[in-house]
C-alpha cells in the first residue's frame, strides 16, 4: 500500500462515504448496520486501491456491500428462525424525515427492497442486479413487478420522471 | 422524488466512516504478513490456533498464544481456475425421457427457467430435464430459486432428487421417469442418505423430514440441511453455529463455522478432515480465543481437523468469487465449486482442492451458478 495512493483512496473515500452510508441505510433500514457495511467494504477498496482506482470503485463498493448485506440476512433468516426471534428486522424510520417513499421502502421485504433499490436507484441492469444478488434473471424480474406494485398500490412510483 | 435522488436526499447522521480506513487496511495487511510469514508470497502459512479451539478450553486474557500448528492458505486465482468451458446448453437440447443417460457427469439449472434443468450425460450431450409440473423453490416467502441442489444426485449420478412445494420429486436419469412424494411443508433442500432414502427440509429450520422411497412413507429426522450422513453411517451436523456435532455425540469446537454458500449445505467429511463454508463474523459463532486471522477477516472454503476443530487450510473468496459450493469427491480430493461474474454471467469454476498443499486443480467451467457434480468429465 503506497503513500501516494492513500491520497487518492481517501480523498475519494471521503466524497462518497455520505453517499455510501445513505445508500447503505436505504437498503438496511438501520445507521449503524449502515456504516458497518460500509466502512468494511472501504477497508478491502483500500487493500486493493492500486487496481480499483482505475476501474469502477463506486460499482465495486455497492457489489460489495449489497452481497455482504444479502449473506448476513440470509444468514440471519436461518438463525432467527431456529430461535424463533421476529423474522423481519423491523425499518427505522423514527430518525428520518417523513419521506413518503422512505417510508414506503420500509413496507417492502428485504429482498424487494434490495431490488428495487439496485434497479430504480442504482440504474443497474437486471442481469447486473441478478448478479449482485445471487440469483436468477427470473426472481429479479418478479421481484421487481412485485414491490413496484406494491409501491404503486401506495401512489408511489420509484420511477417517475425518469 | 424518485430512487435515485432519494438516495442523496435521505437524512442521514453525518459520516466519519472514511476516517481511518486506510490505516486499518494497512493493518490487515501487517497482520497478514505475520500470518503468511516465511511462505514467500505463497499458500504455507504459520497461523496461531489457540488452544481455545479446544473443547472446554477458556479464553485467557493476555498476548495471544504461540502458532501451534499450521494452515495452508490458498490465494484465488480466479483466472487460472477458466479452464475446460462447458459449452452452455442448447434450448434445443433433447428432452431426457427421450435420450435419457447412464450417468449424469453433471446437472446445471436452465438460467431462463427456474423450473427447469439441462443434465449432462456422461457421452458430453446435454438433455433437457421434461418432468412435467416442476415450479421454481421457494427459499422464503417470496424469493425462489432454480430447483438444482448441490446435494440433488444420487452417489451412481443415475437419480435427481428436486425439492417442490409440498413434496419431492426423484427423476430416474437412466430412464427419464419421474415420481413424486408427498412431504410435508415446502421443502428447499435434499439430500440423499443412502440408496433409498432421501432427507428433505426447508432451508433455514435444523431438521427435515426423512422420505422412504420404497413405499413413500415419511418420518422426521434429527437432520437438516447441515448434515452430512457419511458412508459408515455415522453423521456430520455443521453450520453456522459453529461446533462439529457427531452422531456418536461429540461436540467439536472450532473457530471456523459452516454458514455461508446461497443455501444450507452439509459439509464433505472424509479422512478426519471436515470441509465447510466459512462465514467471516457469522454473528452466531463469535470466534472463541484468538483465531487464525484469516478466518476473521475472511469468508471461504475451510478445512478442519474432524477431531480437534483446529483449521488445516483456508481458501478466501477473494475479490472475484461471489460464492462457493461443495460439490462432492474426486478421489480424496474435495470438488469445489467457486462461483463468480464473467461477462454479467454468473459461473461455476469447478475445481478440486488439495487442503494439504494448497493446490487448485482446475476441473470445468460451467454456465450456471446452480449445479450437481456427478461422475464428472
Known amino acids: 500500500m503506497r503513500a501516494p495512493d492513500r491520497a487518492s483512496f481517501e480523498e475519494w473515500a471521503r466524497a462518497r462515504q455520505q453517499h455510501l452510508v445513505r445508500s447503505a441505510y436505504l437498503l438496511t433500514g438501520d445507521f449503524q448496520r449502515a456504516e458497518d457495511l460500509v466502512q468494511e467494504a472501504l477497508i478491502r477498496a483500500a487493500l486493493q486501491w492500486d487496481r480499483l482506482r482505475e476501474g469502477n470503485p463506486d460499482a465495486w463498493m455497492r457489489t460489495v456491500v449489497y452481497r455482504e448485506h444479502v449473506s448476513w440476512w440470509r444468514r440471519r433468516r436461518r438463525e432467527v428462525l431456529v430461535d424463533e426471534v421476529p423474522e423481519e428486522a423491523s425499518y427505522d424510520t423514527s430518525s428520518l424525515p417523513a419521506g413518503d417513499l422512505v417510508a414506503a421502502l420500509a413496507t417492502l421485504t428485504w429482498n424487494q427492497r434490495a431490488v428495487v433499490l439496485l434497479r430504480f436507484a442504482e440504474d443497474l441492469s437486471v442481469a447486473e442486479t441478478a448478479a449482485v444478488l445471487g440469483v436468477s434473471d427470473g426472481t429479479v424480474k418478479r421481484q421487481t413487478s412485485v414491490a413496484l406494485a406494491h409501491l404503486r398500490a401506495l401512489d408511489l412510483d420509484p420511477v417517475e420522471d425518469r | ?377
Do not use: C, K
Open chain 2, 1 to 377: 422524488m424518485n430512487l435515485r435522488e432519494l438516495i442523496d436526499e435521505v437524512d442521514v447522521p453525518a459520516t466519519r466512516v472514511a476516517e481511518g480506513t486506510w490505516e486499518r487496511a494497512r493493518g490487515r495487511v501487517r497482520r497478514r504478513r505475520w500470518v503468511t510469514a516465511g511462505a514467500a508470497g505463497l499458500a504455507v502459512a504459520a497461523v496461531a490456533v489457540a488452544a481455545s479451539v479446544l473443547p472446554g478450553s477458556e479464553r485467557a486474557d493476555g498476548p495471544a498464544d504461540p502458532p501451534s500448528t499450521e494452515m495452508v492458505i490458498t490465494p484465488p486465482d480466479w483466472d487460472a481456475l477458466a479452464v475446460n468451458r462447458v459449452r452452455a446448453p442448447s434450448p434445443d437440447a433433447e428432452p431426457l425421457s427421450e435420450n435419457p443417460v447412464r450417468h449424469a457427469a453433471l446437472v446445471v439449472a436452465d438460467p431462463d427457467d427456474e423450473a427447469g434443468a439441462y443434465v449432462l450425460g456422461d457421452d458430453g450431450d446435454w438433455r433437457h430435464l421434461d418432468v412435467d409440473g416442476l415450479v421454481p423453490v421457494g427459499v422464503d416467502e417470496v424469493f425462489t430459486t432454480p430447483v438444482v441442489r448441490a446435494t440433488g444426485l444420487d452417489d451412481g449420478a443415475t437419480r435427481l432428487a428436486i425439492p417442490q412445494p409440498g413434496g419431492l420429486v426423484v427423476v430416474d436419469l437412466t430412464s427419464g421417469d419421474a415420481e413424486r412424494y408427498d412431504v410435508p411443508g415446502s421443502p428447499s433442500y435434499v439430500s440423499w442418505l443412502d440408496d433409498s432414502h432421501v432427507l428433505v427440509a426447508d432451508g433455514r429450520a435444523p431438521t427435515g423430514t426423512v422420505v422412504d422411497l420404497a413405499d413413500g412413507s415419511t418420518a422426521r429426522s434429527p437432520y437438516g440441511p447441515s448434515t452430512r450422513v457419511l458412508a459408515d453411517g455415522s453423521a456430520l451436523t455443521w453450520d453456522g453455529r459453529g461446533p462439529l456435532e457427531w452422531s456418536d455425540g461429540r461436540i467439536v469446537t472450532t473457530p471456523a463455522n459452516n454458514a455461508a454458500g446461497y443455501y444450507p449445505q452439509p459439509p464433505l467429511a472424509r479422512d478426519g478432515v471436515v470441509i465447510g463454508q466459512h462465514q467471516r463474523n457469522s454473528v452466531r459463532n463469535p470466534t472463541p480465543g484468538n483465531p487464525p486471522a484469516a478466518l476473521s477477516e475472511g469468508s471461504g472454503l475451510v478445512a478442519v481437523d474432524g477431531d480437534t476443530g483446529a483449521p488445516v487450510a483456508f481458501l478466501p473468496l477473494g475479490d472475484d468469487i461471489a460464492a462457493t459450493s461443495l460439490l462432492g469427491w474426486a478421489g480424496d480430493l474435495p470438488v469445489v465449486g467457486l462461483v463468480g461474474l464473467e461477462d454479467d454471467v454468473l459461473q461455476t469454476r469447478v475445481a478440486t482442492w488439495d487442503y494439504t498443499s494448497g493446490e487448485l486443480y482446475p476441473l470445468a467451467v460451467l454456465p450456471s451458478s446452480w449445479v450437481a457434480w456427478g461422475v464428472g468429465l
